[in-house]
């Protein structure tokens, strides 16, 4: 749930783009539903025996794109064993449709990823992004539009959804500095983040107390904050970014 680019300035014109970029206006609907879009973990930290776990879970969203186009999105945490995934899909009924999966593994309180893919589809035509991760060799295997490229990696690096839930543990067990990498097409790239606080908000789900976090952009034209329960393993309860002056909302409306 990195938060990813929004260049498109209109869904109705998206289609002159999607032979060139069909993620454009799609990345939209995965932002907030992944928190990547959050100091760099050993990838021999010891195990925590008695480390805090997030909870499987199902949650449901409703977000909007530029105060225009408004979508759909159902996150679900699921655990057998010791092998967790985590599975997101949004959608513009009619237009637009992302997909995004992600199969790791918790070793106390350090999640460590296994593969990943995200797909986006536009008026039918899209792309997908894959990811297999080999911490006993320290690479990243990153697969994009046919090209696979392999990526060192001495820290452990995420992807978007498994680096959200590596927020929440840290969260959970008092360990959050803010400072992670996330695995891209063809980089690994330091994300940094920071707690902005706590407050008690209202979303269609209810009201929460919650802690915002801000994703640390490179650039003034880019703003991003989660706010998260601690009464729900720091799940999102609300997201909003501003990329290139294009807005985007999301809002927590069922949790199971």
Same mark, same amino acid.
């Given at each position: *749930?990195?938060?990813? $680019? ?38 021999? @930290? ?20 530029? =105060? ?28 637009? $449709?992302?997909? /995004? ?51 060192? *990696?001495? /820290? /452990?690096?995420? +992807? ?9 543990? +840290? ?37 929460? =107390? ?8 490179? +650039? ?8 998260? @329960? ?13 990329? =290139?002056?294009?807005?985007? =909302? ?7």
């Amino acid at each position: *749930m990195s938060f990813l $680019s929004m260049h498109n300035k209109s869904l109705p014109n998206a289609s002159n783009n999607t032979k060139r970029s069909p993620s454009k206006f799609l990345s939209a609907l995965i932002t907030g539903i992944s928190i990547s879009t959050i100091g760099a973990l050993s990838m021999t @930290a010891p195990t925590l025996a008695s480390a805090k776990t997030v909870q499987p879970s199902t949650a449901n969203y409703s977000f909007t794109v530029e =105060d225009k186009y408004k979508g759909t999105a159902t996150r679900t945490l699921n655990k057998s064993g010791n092998t967790w995934k985590y599975n997101v899909k949004a959608r513009v009924a009619g237009v637009a $449709s992302a997909s /995004q999966n992600s199969t790791f593994t918790l070793n106390g309180n350090n999640v460590i990823p296994t593969q990943a893919s995200t797909t986006y589809k536009l008026l039918g035509l899209g792309r997908t992004h894959k990811l297999n991760f080999n911490p006993n060799s320290k690479k990243v295997t990153s697969n994009y539009k046919g090209k696979t490229t392999t990526l060192s *990696m001495p /820290q /452990q690096a995420f +992807d978007d959804l498994s680096l959200e839930v590596q927020i929440r543990q +840290d969260l959970l067990n008092g360990k959050f500095t803010g400072n992670y990498y996330m695995a891209k097409k063809d980089k690994i790239e330091k994300t940094p983040f920071k707690k902005s606080g706590s407050t008690k908000i209202t979303v269609p789900a209810g009201t929460f =107390d919650t802690v915002r976090v801000d994703r640390i952009h490179d +650039d003034n034209d880019r703003s991003t904050s989660f706010w998260l @329960a601690p009464s729900l393993d720091y799940l999102p309860i609300k997201v909003s970014q501003i990329n =290139d002056g294009k807005k985007m =909302d999301l809002e927590l409306t069922k949790v199971n």
